[in-house]
T-cell receptor, first 113, second 111 residues
Framework: DGGITQSPKYLFRKEGQNVTLSCEQN?????MYWYRQDPGQGLRLIYY???????QKGDIAEGYSVSREKKESFPLTVTSAQKNPTAFYLC????????????FGQGTRLTVV | QKEVEQNSGPLSVPEGAIASLNCTYS??????FFWYRQYSGKSPELIMS????GDKEDGRFTAQLNKASQYVSLLIRDSQPSDSATYLC???????????FGTGTLLAVQP
C-alpha cells in the first residue's frame, strides 16, 4: 500500500535529550514537510523539502533539524534547544506543483518527561 | 493578522442539518485551497480542494471560493454524527506547495 509512515506513534523525551522522528513515504513524492500541532491549534510548518539534499526552514524551525538524503525519507530531530517540544508532529508529502494536495502520515505524539 | 483565519467553534448542528464552515485568508496571490478533516488524535485527511471561483460539489460536501473577498467555505449537507471533527482550512500560495493552515473549526453534530 502506498502511503506515509511515521514512527514511533508515541515518544517520550527527557529534558536535554535529542530525539529523532522518522518519516518514510513510498508515494514517489518529491516534496516532504514537517508540521507541529499543539492542542486546539492548527498546523505550523517546521521544515520542508522540495527535492533530495535540499530543505528549507518553515515558520518555527528553531530547535529542530532535518535531513533529506533519500527521496523516501525525511527525519526530524527535536534538539535540546527546543524549549517546548511536547506536541503532535505530522509529516506530509506532495507533488511539488501548484494545485496538489498534501498527504499526511499518522503522526507522532512527543511528550517531554 | 493571521494568514488563514477560522472560527474555532464549536459549531453545533443537529443531525440532518447543513453545517457551514468559513475561512478567510490574507494573501491575495493564494492559488489553491483545501479543506481537511481531523478526528481527535488523528492526522488530517483531505475532504475537498478548490482552485477557481465558484462552487465545487462532491457528495454531501460543497466548497465555495470567492477570491475577491478572500473567502472560502465548506458546506456539509445532511450532517451526520460521524462528521463531528475539526475542519482545517489550508491555503497554498505558490508552487512550493507550502500549505498554510488555519486553527480549525470544531464541528459537533448532535444526534
Amino acid at each position: 500500500d502506498g502511503g506515509i509512515t511515521q514512527s514511533p506513534k508515541y515518544l517520550f523525551r527527557k529534558e536535554g535529550q535529542n530525539v529523532t522522528l522518522s518519516c518514510e513515504q513510498n508515494l514517489n513524492h518529491d516534496a516532504m514537510y514537517w508540521y507541529r500541532q499543539d492542542p486546539g491549534q492548527g498546523l505550523r510548518l517546521i521544515y520542508y523539502s522540495q527535492i533530495v539534499n535540499d530543505f528549507q526552514k518553515g515558520d518555527i524551525a528553531e530547535g529542530y533539524s532535518v535531513s533529506r538524503e533519500k527521496k523516501e525519507s525525511f527525519p526530524l530531530t527535536v534538539t535540546s534547544a527546543q524549549k517546548n517540544p511536547t506536541a503532535f508532529y505530522l509529516c506530509a508529502s506532495s507533488i511539488p506543483a501548484l494545485n496538489t494536495e498534501a498527504f499526511f502520515g499518522q503522526g507522532t505524539r512527543l511528550t517531554v518527561v | 493578522q493571521k494568514e488563514v483565519e477560522q472560527n474555532s467553534g464549536p459549531l453545533s448542528v443537529p443531525e440532518g442539518a447543513i453545517a457551514s464552515l468559513n475561512c478567510t485568508y490574507s494573501d491575495r496571490v493564494s492559488q489553491s485551497f483545501f479543506w481537511y478533516r481531523q478526528y481527535s488524535g488523528k492526522s488530517p485527511e483531505l475532504i475537498m480542494s478548490i482552485y477557481s471561483n465558484g462552487d465545487k460539489e462532491d457528495g454531501r460536501f460543497t466548497a465555495q471560493l470567492n477570491k475577491a473577498s478572500q473567502y472560502v467555505s465548506l458546506l456539509i449537507r445532511d450532517s451526520q454524527p460521524s462528521d463531528s471533527a475539526t475542519y482545517l482550512c489550508a491555503v497554498n500560495r505558490d508552487a512550493t506547495n507550502k500549505l498554510i493552515f488555519g486553527t480549525g473549526t470544531l464541528l459537533a453534530v448532535q444526534p
